[in-house]
């Protein structure tokens, strides 16, 4: 007789959710598994790094997700080169604020989770259906958001049914929002978006939008300690990606490079104090 072979039971237990799947066998490999321990209820923030600021917005033809490179610990800088922007698949792009650990725990088993539908169902899961799966992995992380390990992602991407780009928000209890042309998360946001508003405007082309995102950033870093700026010493840009029609494309640092030196050399000759 023949003996059933252990992969393939496995495999035809599995449904098209990753996450699910592994909570049912391996829940400690969830990143809401995390134990703190001893560490008091609202003081574990102070205790990881954090990630801040991304922004997001639309232009003629697709979205574009950008973020800059700086992790703070307190009143620390804990790193200057974090990413803080990633591909979720071909056609959605995925941002993170808050502690920074949990946060690329999350991305990679949302990456796991959208590959892993598309090997199941043999088509891609649409973007209504990423941006909740997306919330249902942040509402799994409460109980460590409410002990300061919050993590607040920005999803967007290019809806090839409706044959645009668009922009997913959330809040820590797995809430989710549509946003329209423009967002930004982290504690910069609020300088981020005031620059949004002023410098959006329908019928961007992708260097132009490029260009309002790094100026907003470079606001938010302006304002916001914990956001940081354009680094000529270092050379380090912001992590910036557009997604289309054609697919996701991460935008060439020699490119941000020429951008963000043109921006300082505007604002240097400007002059201005506040």
Do not use: C
């Amino acid at each position: 007789m023949t003996q059933p072979d252990p992969a393939q039971a496995v495999a035809a237990a599995a449904g098209s959710s990753f996450s699910e799947h592994l909570s049912r066998h391996h829940p400690d490999l969830l990143p809401s598994a995390r134990r703190l321990g001893s560490i008091p209820a609202g003081s574990a923030a102070g205790a990881a790094p954090q990630a801040t600021t991304i922004v997001s917005l639309t232009y003629a033809g697709g979205v574009l997700m950008a973020g800059d490179r700086r992790a703070t610990m307190g009143n620390m800088i804990a790193s200057r080169h974090i990413r803080k922007v990633f591909p979720a698949d071909n056609y959605s792009v995925l941002g993170i604020a808050g502690t920074a650990g949990i946060a690329l725990d999350m991305i990679r088993l949302f990456q796991v989770e959208l590959e892993h539908y598309d090997k199941i169902e043999g088509t891609p899961m649409s973007l209504d259906g990423k941006s909740n799966r997306l919330a249902a992995m942040v509402r799994q992380n409460l109980p460590l958001a409410l002990q300061g390990l919050a993590v607040i992602p920005l999803f967007a991407g290019y809806d090839t049914d409706r044959h645009e780009g668009r922009i997913f928000s959330y809040d820590v209890t797995g809430g989710r929002y549509e946003e329209y042309e423009h967002h930004s998360v982290g504690s910069g946001s609020v300088f981020a978006r005031g620059a949004l508003k002023k410098l959006w405007r329908p019928g961007l082309d992708e260097e132009q939008a490029v260009r309002v995102a790094l100026e907003s950033l470079y606001d938010a870093a302006d304002d916001d300690s914990a956001t940081g700026g354009p680094d000529l010493v270092r050379k380090l840009w912001p992590v910036v990606y557009i997604v289309n029609a054609a697919g996701i494309r991460e935008i060439p640092e020699r490119e941000l490079h020429q951008m963000a030196e043109e921006l300082v050399a505007r604002r240097s000759v400007a002059g201005l104090e506040a």
